[in-house]
């Protein structure tokens, strides 16, 4: 679908992207995941295209500009690579970032951003409890004042990139009940007290690392508060705005990855004396997935254009990420219909995407919650 917004230099940042993916990471995807790691230069060599220093200022290592379009274009092309652990290991960093930029204490900000930004150490944002994640408000984690300092105590898990980070960022509840009691730490991975555990035997992002973390009296310099006390939760909620968009991002990135693979494959297959994409039911699913494609594709263009217009259309986003996310499992389900028994091998896009579809419905707001918030947002 043509992009009324796109400009030459649009074009040709995504141009970069898409051929980094297909030389340097599609190749290797499969036994990435496998491994259940990715080499930490890639890090690296992502890091150098500046993609995770959108909105932040050139002296903490960041591109002094922003522009939805240009994070929309990465998000889709990684996605492209049809191996979602590859995109979390890579991107698990992104949404401790802006808070990190925004809210962390200046010393904090240019000591930690320019080597997260380059790709040189991981940080992660660890919201999630063990006792749940869609209720933000009722988070568990508390935070006391002693001094000078602050002591962390409770666990999060879930947490992506939570074995490799050096850099967390933490709500705890440094009040009462509710979201007005919410704070936000910064939190280093070395402090006494800290501890991490993996979480294995996933469903996919097989090669990117989720963590549960154990918060035992841990102490932090009043200085590691971020913003104002008791602000947590509104930080949280605005940071989850652009993550939804960048997920939306991702999940058409996968649903343009089945459509090809489809492609691809029913104009190979011959069945019954012709190739697939003659039959009638074939063509049928194609022009389908293809509609939700272009449904999706041109909702995100103008989400895009919006925030970039300085606008955050929170009712857009919260309806475009569940349409999009069901919209992606028709695609892959049919995909995997159109492979047939090929499809449900390992090693190719359409099976990774079929079962890595999930998490996308339920991380960074689930269904059920964007459907509640999107109808909050229309007044009702
Ligand atoms: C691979 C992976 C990576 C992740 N990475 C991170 C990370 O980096 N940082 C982080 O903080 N978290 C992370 N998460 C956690 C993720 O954000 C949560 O799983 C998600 O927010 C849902 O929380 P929950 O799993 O505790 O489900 P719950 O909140 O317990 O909800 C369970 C189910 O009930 C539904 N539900 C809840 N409340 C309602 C309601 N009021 N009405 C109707 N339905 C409702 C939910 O939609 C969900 O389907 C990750 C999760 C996964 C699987």
């Avoid at 274009?73 to 698990?92: K, N, Q």
């Avoid at 992506?160 to 440094?174: E, K, L, Q």
């Avoid at 359409?350 to 999930?358: A, G, P, S, T």
């Amino acid at each position: 679908m043509k992009n009324p917004f796109e400009t030459s230099e649009h074009r040709a940042f995504r141009d970069t992207i898409r051929a980094f993916v297909e030389t340097e990471i599609q190749p290797y995807c499969d036994d990435w995941d496998e491994a259940g790691t990715v080499p930490w230069e890639l890090h690296q060599k992502i890091g150098a295209f500046g993609v995770w220093g959108f909105g932040i200022d050139e002296k903490y290592g960041g591109l002094g500009f922003d522009d939805c379009f240009l994070r929309v274009a990465y998000s889709e092309e990684m996605a492209r690579c049809g191996a979602g652990g590859v995109t979390a290991a890579l991107a698990g960093r992104t949404i401790s970032v802006e808070p990190i930029a925004r809210l962390a204490d200046e010393e904090i900000r240019q000591r930690v951003l320019p080597e997260i930004l380059s790709g040189r150490k991981g940080s992660s944002l660890g919201v999630t409890e063990p006792g749940g994640g869609s209720d933000v408000a009722n988070l568990k984690t508390t935070a006391r004042r002693d001094g000078n300092h602050w002591v962390i105590n409770g666990s999060k898990t879930f947490i992506t990139g939570g074995m490799t980070s050096d850099y967390f960022v933490i709500p705890a509840r440094t009040g009462g009940a509710g979201l007005e009691g919410i704070s936000l730490f910064f939190v280093e991975a070395d402090t006494p007290g800290f501890s991490r555990t993996a979480l294995t035997r996933k469903m996919g992002w097989w090669c990117s690392d989720q963590a549960t973390l154990f918060l035992d009296e841990v102490r932090v310099p009043a200085s590691n508060m971020m913003g104002e006390e008791g602000t947590g939760f509104l930080a949280i909620m605005n940071n989850f705005n652009m993550e939804r968009i960048n997920l939306i991002a991702g999940v058409l990135g996968m649903m343009k990855a089945c459509l090809e693979d489809s492609i691809a494959w029913a104009q190979e297959r011959e069945t019954f004396g012709k190739k697939l994409i003659r039959h009638q039911v074939i063509r049928h699913k194609i022009a389908e997935m293809s509609a939700r494609i272009d449904a999706v594709e041109a909702t995100l263009r103008m989400i895009c254009w919006q925030v970039n217009q300085g606008d955050m259309p929170v009712a857009e986003l919260s309806k475009a990420k569940f349409f999009a996310t069901k919209a992606c499992e028709y695609c892959a389900s049919e995909a995997m219909q159109i492979l047939g028994g090929a499809g449900y091998l390992r090693g190719n896009r359409v099976e990774r995407i079929y079962r890595e579809v999930k998490v996308m419905a339920i991380g960074g707001g689930s269904e059920e919650i964007m459907r509640d918030l999107a109808v909050r947002q229309m007044g009702l």
